[in-house]
């Protein structure tokens, strides 16, 4: 067949084939239109699940009458006029392709007034961009658009449609999404007459909380963090879950650019990253966030329907968002109830985070011998000697707490976690407050307390390593060959001693002393494929992790040995002074809180 070029009708119709997946789909361009028109009230009508009639009202600026028909023309917008302006999208819709594109697979009427013209006009269309019929209306100021029958002249894109309850679960949880996104707009949705959200301006903060708890419950507000954190001009702020509320699916995870309701890999793997060490296994968090950054450091037009973002800067927004999440839930302490605003400084990715080093370790080894006597050793400070003395006594040794007396009498008030009374079942801590009680699991305290001083002792200390007795060959692609000579300092540093002897093979002669009976060589392999991908690879650390977390859990106490009063009190004592103390390594509950009210409850007391 010859070339020949394709009607405007057809092209707009392809065009659908990208941004009109379903009704839900129309709803969100049209709404994010009305976003860009400055609206404070968006009401959204929905008829069989939006396949009869999606009719959408605003309250903004209005469409002028000359520009209607430009309105409904492809690639005429009002978002952009250069170059320079699609490099620094500020809007929600910028393409021009929507509305031509809705039209040409439903039936379309807009209506519009602006508040300089004494009459509203309507403006119908099929797709065609020819004839538009222009007649005057009876309309307030603001745009309503209506489309009906979806699908109607493609049946076979109709036939992929659910039913009408599924189509409209999907419009309900974006309506939620979209809402939380933009809290000085109104919006209000309604399926077959029904009203089913009606949600007002949420201008204060308890009235945004209010706003995220019809979306996301109110147990999400109840265990949450509020925070605010910027640096190198970006700008992360929102609600975070705590580890302990967490979900077994990720249907609850919002995370808007600059208004922009987006999903990201680079996002989720920073998220995942910030959580690892503190959630069970096979949850996942709970969050809504915000990320404000300059425009220009972000590509919008990756995707035609705008669902995906590209960073020009990924690493840097990725190191951003982890430290900003990792600190937040690290500063979660018993003397700082949740819900908390969590502030601290940040420092750039090429700075490591300063931790100061410990004065001294106050765990101590405590083995019990058959006739009843015990023997106690300082833990060694260097991590060399501390891994040495794991291997040959974790099998054999049980620690103790740091042993010292604190009791009620000898303080005037109460610390956060109070005081000891007794040992239940030599498993669980009870411990008197100010608001009430707390149980603690000892082991899983303690195996927090221990894990989180053994990250700071190796990551803060020279990592040692161990000479292999006989070098292990890798062959390696030429590029990952490249990169490992390149990238030699940053393997030095974790404690391997990796040299290129040929273009494709690698010569391994040492590894990091905690890395040391671990299948090193295909660990090097999936790193150098995460920095070939990823431009960065946190491998290597998180086994590093895995081991500490095994070593503090073979060397915490054990659930069955009995804890004096004194050994109580001072694992309190260090609970409210240790990061991540809510969760131990695997990410399950340390301790758990019942306050006056709480106790009340169970007999009935003040009812």
């Not at 990924?314 to 819900?339: M, T």
Request: charged share 25%.
């Amino acid at each position: 067949m010859r070339i020949h070029s394709l009607p405007p009708q057809l092209i707009n119709q392809i065009a659908a084939g990208e941004v009109v997946e379903r009704p839900a789909s129309v709803v969100k361009e049209l709404v994010e239109n009305c976003f860009d028109a400055g609206a404070t009230q968006i009401a959204v009508d929905i008829e069989q699940g939006g396949t009869r009639l999606i009719k959408i009202h605003d309250n903004g600026g209005g469409i002028e009458q000359e520009d209607l028909s430009l309105a409904l023309s492809r690639h005429a917008t009002s978002k952009i006029t250069s170059l320079d302006d699609l490099e620094h999208v500020n809007s929600m819709g910028f393409r021009g392709e929507a509305l031509p594109s809705i039209s040409s697979v439903a039936r379309l009427s807009l209506t519009s007034k602006t508040a300089d013209s004494e009459y509203a006009w309507k403006v119908t269309s099929d797709g065609a961009e020819i004839d538009f019929d222009i007649q005057p209306a009876s309309h307030p100021q603001g745009t309503t658009l209506e489309v009906r029958d979806l699908f109607y002249n493609t049946p076979a894109r109709r036939k992929f449609l659910k039913t009408e309850k599924t189509e409209f679960s999907h419009i309900e949880s974006l309506i939620k999404k979209m809402a939380l996104s933009r809290f000085d707009i109104a919006f209000k949705l309604t399926h077959n007459q029904r009203e089913i959200i009606n949600l007002k301006v949420a201008d204060t903060e308890q009235a945004q909380e209010q706003r995220i708890a019809s979306v996301c419950g109110t147990a999400f507000i109840e265990n949450c963090l509020l925070i605010d954190f910027a640096a190198s001009g970006l700008q992360l702020s929102g609600w975070v879950g705590l580890p302990t509320f967490s979900r077994s699916q990720q249907d609850m995870q919002y995370f808007y650019v600059n208004g922009r309701l987006i999903k990201d890999r680079l996002v989720s793997h920073a998220v995942k990253q910030a959580y690892q060490d503190v959630l069970f296994h096979g949850r996942h968090p709970v969050f809504v966030l915000y990320l404000s950054l300059d425009p220009a450091l972000v590509d919008v037009n990756a995707h035609p329907a705008k669902t995906e973002v590209r960073f020009r800067e990924g690493r840097l927004v990725h190191d951003f968002l982890f430290r900003a999440l990792h600190r937040s839930i690290a500063e979660q302490r018993p003397q700082a109830p949740a819900p908390n605003v969590v502030e601290f400084e940040y420092s750039s990715p090429d700075e490591s985070e300063a931790i100061p080093r410990q004065p001294s370790m106050s765990t101590s080894f405590q083995s019990q011998s058959s006739g009843g006597s015990s023997s106690q050793s300082s833990l060694p400070f260097n991590i060399g000697e501390q891994i040495q003395h794991y291997v040959e006594h974790s099998e054999r040794e049980e620690p103790s707490i740091l042993t010292g007396s604190n009791t009620a009498s000898e303080t005037e008030s109460f610390p956060p976690l109070g005081f000891a009374l007794a040992h239940l079942h030599n498993i669980y801590i009870l411990s008197e407050t100010q608001e009430g009680m707390i149980l603690v699991d000892a082991h899983a305290a303690h195996e927090r307390v221990t894990y989180e001083r053994l990250k700071k002792l190796y990551h803060h200390g020279t990592i040692p390593a161990q000479p292999l007795l006989l070098p292990v060959k890798i062959s390696v692609t030429s590029s990952e060959a490249d990169l490992a000579e390149q990238a030699q300092d940053f393997f030095t540093a974790l404690g391997f001693e990796l040299n290129r002897i040929a273009p494709e093979t690698l010569l391994l002669r040492s590894v990091p002393v905690l890395l040391a009976k671990s299948n090193t060589e295909t660990l090097l392999r999936d790193v150098l494929a995460d920095m070939l991908e990823q431009g960065s690879s946190q491998r290597i650390e998180e086994r590093c992790n895995e081991l500490l977390a095994t070593m503090a859990c073979h060397g915490s106490v054990r659930a069955g040995r009995r804890l004096t009063v004194d050994e109580m009190n001072a694992l309190l004592r260090e609970m409210e002074q240790t990061e991540r103390i809510g969760q131990c390594n695997h990410g399950r509950p340390t301790w758990v809180s019942l306050s006056h009210n709480d106790l009340d409850k169970f007999f009935l007391r003040g009812q």
